[in-house]
């Protein structure tokens, strides 16, 4: 299979926590987003990253919230001292830099803080 | 007001109906548009662009009207397996600025049989 993939598709954690998610884009893709969704919305972006640079940071990505790109292939999305309200599904996508620049989603990691 | 509005519906449609799906959005340079189809609990799939002449593939017709700053989606002859909420989404700036993409919150649309 060569789409996106993330890991783990679920986490159960405790509140206060920290928990790391992982994504692996597709091969050939230099773009890498992180977005977040929660039951009823669309996907809510978070920040991106063309290839080891972190270009683009959303408001919503509180200092708790650290995602890094080290060599430019996956991914890591950081969430330190978990609340209740971190509870989402969060999704990986990846696209090539060129082109009409779609955006191929992965499976997504479903985050449940208790 | 919302960056991308979209009508929740549920739409409930017998198989074999013709069903629209209409959205709004608000920031006029806007650049790029999509469609996506999202099942329950599953990741966001692509659907098709939408160009602003319009496109189709297969069942599936898209409109993009700039000056209304309005989109659409036309499916014909609906099948259950279209049973799916469908993402209205925007890339409000253009590629230099790496292609965030703004989403509705979906419309859900049922086919029965």
């Known amino acids: 299979d060569t789409g996106v993939s993330q890991d783990p598709r679920h986490k159960i954690t405790k509140r206060g926590q920290n928990v790391t998610f992982r994504c692996d884009p597709i091969?050939?893709?230099?773009?890498l987003y992180w977005y977040r969704q929660t039951l009823g919305q669309g996907p809510e972006f978070l920040t991106y990253?063309?290839?080891?640079?972190?270009?683009?940071k959303s408001r919503l990505l509180s200092d708790r919230f650290s995602a890094e790109r080290p060599k430019g292939s996956f991914s890591t999305l950081e969430i330190q001292r978990t609340e209740q309200g971190d509870s989402a599904m969060y999704l990986c996508?990846?696209?090539?830099?060129?082109?009409?620049?779609?955006?191929?989603f992965g499976p997504g990691t479903r985050l449940t803080v208790t | 007001r919302k960056e991308v509005e979209q009508d929740p519906g549920p739409f409930n449609v017998p198989e074999g109906a013709t069903v629209a799906f209409n959205c709004t959005y608000s920031?006029?340079?806007?650049?790029?548009f999509f469609w996506y189809r999202q099942d329950c609990r599953k990741e966001p799939k692509l659907l098709m662009s939408?160009?602003?002449s319009g496109n189709e593939d297969g069942r599936f017709t898209a409109q993009l009207n700039r000056a209304s700053q309005y989109i659409s989606l036309l499916i014909r002859d609906s099948k259950l397996s279209d049973s799916a909420t469908y993402l209205c989404?925007?890339?409000?700036?253009?590629?230099?600025?790496?292609?965030?993409?703004?989403f509705g919150a979906g419309t859900i649309l049922r086919v029965k049989s």
């Open positions: 996508a990846s696209s090539s830099g060129w082109g009409t620049h779609e955006q191929y």
């Open positions: 091969s050939e893709h230099n773009r």
């Open positions: 990253f063309q290839n080891e640079a972190q270009l683009e």
């Open positions: 920031n006029s340079a806007s650049q790029s």
């Open positions: 939408v160009y602003s």
């Open positions: 989404v925007v890339n409000p700036k253009g590629p230099e600025y790496g292609n965030k993409l703004v």
